[in-house]
């Protein structure tokens, strides 16, 4: 086999390293940016959920919470808004670890690759 041949083949199967860390990278980007994007509906969720709480306690307080119906609305009321509260704070800790995650598998797929590409022959 020619050596033109064999320096073609090798900067071939350099070029396609690059390419697949390049693809894995772009992928753990695209991957961190969704659950950050996760994250924005969540809290933005959190927060329309505490002000709309915060509004119907104020009309149960002008309606009068010596009405039995007002006081169990509002007593159910707080109990979805803690409720919700609790399930963002949940969902916020898995997104964190799911980012942990994926920050670590990504980079240790893209070590693993570079490693790879540093084992290929130069000529």
């Given amino acids: 086999m020619d050596v033109g041949a064999m320096t073609d083949r090798n900067a071939s ?51 009068g919470t010596e009405n039995y119906g007002v006081q169990h609305d509002l007593a159910a009321l707080r109990e979805l808004g803690a409720y919700a509260e609790r399930l963002a704070r949940e ?11 994926i ?7 893209i070590e693993r690759l570079r490693d790879e590409r540093s084992r290929l022959p130069w000529d």
């Fill in 13 to 63: 199967a350099r070029a396609e390293c690059d390419r697949r860390i390049a693809a894995h990278e772009n992928q753990v980007d695209e991957d961190l940016n969704a659950l950050r994007q996760l994250d924005e509906r969540w809290a933005t969720f959190r927060q329309v959920m505490r002000e709309n709480v915060d509004r119907f306690e104020e009309s149960g307080h002008a309606v």
């Fill in 91 to 101: 969902q916020s800790e898995l997104s964190g670890e799911a980012s942990r995650t």
């Fill in 103 to 109: 920050r670590v598998d990504g980079e240790a797929e």
